[in-house]
């Protein structure tokens, strides 16, 4: 039997519930090409350091020849795979996906690599990321008598690439094809018989990173990061560049640039917060940048106080910088229970109220009557925070001082992230000053924006930063800006 979450109404109740005051990742990919290993128990390990990317649903498709395999559903990828599952997945070739759902609901029909027929043989493909041309794309596709089985934007880019070869192309001119009727956010990994292609939107929003295994001959690997290279023991070669795709077959890897106009704009949401910190990016760990983050953040807005932690996990390095820069003791106010998970029982009344409570726990003794820095990586809607500040003072905090390692979230985003509506952004509608009285908080100091783009060491140009700014790199057609946009709304 295959372990699974029953998706019922107590599901959608309890999501609710247990919603995350975070924007919450799109999905992680993986891909291999190894005709002398085990793919599919590869793949899981991949997908199963990608985890923290997508808890929702994960699947693995590998190709034996002309033939897929294919095995998918909700729930975490340990709860998705067990060894007998994984041996009925022969192949030289893997891709793999694990998901959060940014676009259709979450449908065990929704869950990747999505596998479609083409003239050549199948494909599957897994995407991180969001397209805002779905509406065109799914009258184009519609027109063009393609049944959409789905819901999500991964599905039409699929169907794009099968109506690209079977018009007469080779994978490769079909695939490019495709992706120049595409925009928006996509780094996809793509299986097909004869090989698989790693590709990156002409911003390279979504990260795609590319790894060696030891063998001879040489084998690539593609992960969304480089943590998903780490635990099979792949060694990092280096990123797929924005704008273009790479080809692993036999031969080993070609590379293609097929968009000559690529403008780099990293989602700076995932050096923050999202992707995990022992990721590599621009050759250092996000650890040591989040660490710089909250050096930044000590010097630009400093406060008096005893002790100073992070609101575990992705606070942490953060909280360390301030400790160094500010000499303020770094310390744990706060425990997290690990091995939290999404709860089908409903917590009884009190119990809510006390919320913050089933995942973190204040330290009493640490806590009392000490002037505390809390940090964080970033507030969303600001629901945790101020429980989270609640639960401090209750613990006997005699004052309590919070700093944000990023700047206020005013705008939502529309390539992957699932940031909700603007109406639910916290920052969009209230100042820094409201929000320090409606989170009960002392003081609160964000991260100027300059600050979070300087600390990446890199071209602050080359980072897509739109939530903060709502300056979006791809434009936004109408229909969809208005789906999300509260200034939007209110003109129409
Ligand atoms: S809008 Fe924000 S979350 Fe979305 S891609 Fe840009 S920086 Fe990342």
């Known amino acids: 039997m295959i372990p699974h979450h029953p998706v019922t109404l107590d599901q959608s109740i309890n999501s609710h519930e247990n919603h995350h005051d975070k924007p919450e990742e799109a999905c992680g990919v993986f891909g291999i090409y190894a005709p002398e290993k085990d793919v599919a128990k590869l793949t899981y390990f991949g997908l199963y350091a990608l985890q923290h990317r997508g808890q929702e649903s994960a699947g693995i498709a590998t190709f034996e020849g002309k033939h897929v395999h294919l095995h998918k559903d909700m729930g975490l990828v340990s709860q998705v795979f067990n060894e007998s599952i994984l041996e009925d997945l022969p192949g030289n070739i893997a891709v793999g996906h694990t998901r959060y759902s940014t676009t259709g609901s979450s449908r065990k029909v929704n869950a990747q690599p999505a596998v479609v027929d083409t003239r050549l043989g199948k494909l599957a493909l897994a995407h991180n990321g969001n397209l805002v041309n779905t509406i065109q794309l799914r009258e184009e596709l519609l027109k063009s008598n393609f049944n959409l089985v789905t819901s999500t934007d ?74 998903g290279l780490d635990i099979i023991g792949a060694e990092y070669l280096r990123d797929v560049e924005p704008g273009e795709l790479v080809w692993i077959t036999e031969n080993g890897l070609a590379s293609f640039p097929w968009n000559q106009q690529p403008q780099r704009k990293l989602c700076i949401f995932e050096m923050i917060y999202f992707a995990r910190p022992d990721s590599l990016m621009h050759n250092e760990t996000l650890y040591s940048y989040r660490m710089r983050l909250g050096r930044r953040l000590a010097e630009e807005s400093p406060i008096e106080a005893d002790i ?151 071209d602050t140009n080359s980072f897509c930063s739109a939530c903060f700014t709502g300056d979006y790199p791809v434009p936004i057609p109408e229909q969809v800006k208005r789906s999300k946009l509260i200034l939007e709304k209110a003109v129409v």
């Open 154 to 227: 991964s599905e039409m880019i699929a169907y794009v690439i099968a109506e690209e070869v079977n018009a007469g192309a080779e994978w490769l001119e079909g695939s490019i094809r495709a992706f120049h009727r595409c925009q928006g956010a996509f780094s996809l990994v793509i299986g097909t018989p004869d090989g698989v292609m790693g590709v990156r939107d002409p911003n390279g929003i979504r990260p795609l990173v590319i790894g060696t295994l030891d063998s001879s001959p040489v084998r690539y690997v593609l992960a969304s990061e480089t943590c």
């Open 308 to 458: 100073v932690f992070g609101v575990p996990d992705s606070g942490i390095p953060a909280a360390i910088g301030f400790s160094q820069t500010s000499g303020i003791a770094y310390g744990e106010g706060l425990i997290k229970n690990r091995y939290v998970g999404r709860t089908f029982i409903q917590p009884t009344q009190s119990m809510r109220e006390t919320g913050i409570k089933m995942k973190l726990n204040p330290l009493k003794d640490v806590l009392f009557s000490k002037r505390v820095v809390i940090i964080d990586d970033s507030i969303v809607r600001g629901t945790t925070s101020r429980k989270l500040v609640k639960a401090l003072r209750d613990a006997g905090a005699a004052e309590v001082h919070m700093r944000i390692s990023s700047p206020p979230v005013t705008h939502p985003c529309f390539y992957g992230i699932d940031t909700d509506t603007q109406d639910q952004l916290i920052a969009a509608t209230k100042s820094v000053a409201e929000i320090t009285r409606q989170l009960e908080v002392d003081t609160l100091a964000y991260l100027s924006w300059e600050g979070m783009l300087v600390t990446t060491k890199e």
